[in-house]
């Protein structure tokens, strides 16, 4: 079956500019995660859904970075007013459950600004 | 709060040999979930093996094993007959269960098989 997707796989924003990153979990999961992995660095939790509802956004770096899952399915992560330390890759994970140790990961995207 | 140490930040292993991936954690949550991750150069996250806090035994998925003691907060990787396909960064990583559903991750140690 399908795996988790991101869109898109590379991105290139000038400071400044809004950006939207989009992630296609696997159908029917429950669990959708988003994470920031820096150059040479393990991924760092940003964001935390079940279903629509977004229950964990401690990790997010600032009121810069917004996400959403309205239906409970796709979700997008916007970060607005891009600066260069936003540079890295965003990881989208899916879970099939809402307390479960399986996560499924996407290839990420990786957003450079310039 | 949950810290994931990688202490090698690359590791070098002739191909068909063993290698193992050091990592050790601290959290106090007594329930909790220990994971590596294969990242090849491709970026996505592989899913290897996978030790609970309150498993007896050492899990054991093919080529991988984890070396699990718990005592000293050490959850190794084991990776038996290595392969040239192996080379890749590995990441530890741990879920707690009353920190909430996110993952930590160590900062990764990467692989390079030699033929």
């Known amino acids: 079956g399908a795996g988790v997707s991101q869109s898109p796989r590379y991105k290139v924003a000038k400071r400044g500019q809004d950006v939207a990153l989009r992630c296609d979990p696997i159908?029917?999961?429950?669990?959708l995660f988003w994470y920031q992995q820096a150059l040479g660095q393990g991924p760092e939790f940003l964001t935390y859904f079940q279903n629509e509802a977004q229950l964990d956004k401690s990790g997010l770096p600032s009121d810069r970075f917004f996400a959403e899952r309205p239906e409970g399915s796709v979700s997008t992560l916007k970060i607005q007013r891009t600066q260069q330390e936003d540079s890295a890759v965003y990881l989208c994970a899916s879970s099939p459950r809402d307390s479960s140790y399986e996560q499924y990961f996407g290839p990420g995207t990786r957003l450079t600004v310039t | 709060a949950q810290k994931i140490t990688q202490t090698q930040p690359g590791m070098f292993v002739q191909e068909k040999e063993a290698v193992t991936l050091d990592c050790t954690y601290d959290t106090s949550d007594q329930s909790y979930g220990l994971f590596w991750y294969k990242q090849p150069s491709s970026g996505e996250m592989i899913f290897l093996i996978y030790q609970g806090s309150y498993d007896e035994q050492n899990a054991t998925e093919g080529r991988y094993s984890l070396n699990f003691q718990k005592a000293r907060k050490s959850a190794n990787l084991v990776i038996s007959a290595s392969q040239l396909g192996d080379s890749a960064m590995y990441f530890c990583a741990m879920r707690a269960d009353n920190y909430g559903q996110n993952f930590v991750f160590g900062p990764g140690t990467r692989l390079s098989v030699l033929p």
């Open positions: 159908s029917g999961h429950v669990s």
